[in-house]
Nanobody, 124 residues
Framework: QVQLVESGGGLVQAGGSLRLSCAAS????????MGWFRQAPGKEREFVAT????????HYADSVKGRFTISRDNGENTVYLQMNSLKVEDTALYYC?????????????????WGQGTQVTVSS
């Protein structure tokens, strides 16, 4: 099991940027695929982005493609989500998650461990 702690959320105006971080501990970070999900009030949790163990492969939800970038630093046991050109509809609680397997990484069911989330609020 890996423990995940997100940070970097906050309040930002539309068009602005934020960088989320997720620090991992407890197991060898580099053996996990990592993902970011988000949940807006009254909505289901949805996939945002995922990155492979080595960091060489990434995949994004269509809604964030071209605006968000996922990256990782295996030496620092951290995964990042750089969010640019933020929109009001990006407002949500953002979670990072770790997956030991490599299947269904665009689905919550593909992940084994989850953080507590960090709030991102985008104002108009």
């Amino acid at each position: 099991q890996v423990q995940l702690v997100e940070s970097g959320g906050g309040l930002v105006q539309a068009g602005g940027s934020l960088r989320l971080s997720c620090a991992a501990s407890g197991q060898t970070f580099r053996i996990y695929h990592m993902g970011w999900f988000r949940q807006a009030p009254g909505k289901e949790r949805e996939f945002v982005a995922t990155i492979s163990k080595s960091g060489t492969s990434t995949h994004y939800a269509d809604s964030v493609k071209g605006r968000f970038t996922i990256s990782r630093d295996n030496g620092e046991n951290t995964v990042y989500l750089q969010m640019n050109s933020l929109k009001v509809e990006d407002t949500a609680l953002y979670y990072c998650a770790a997956a030991r397997g490599g299947l269904y990484l665009a689905s919550q069911s593909g992940y084994d461990d989850w953080g507590q989330g960090t709030q991102v609020t985008v104002s108009s």
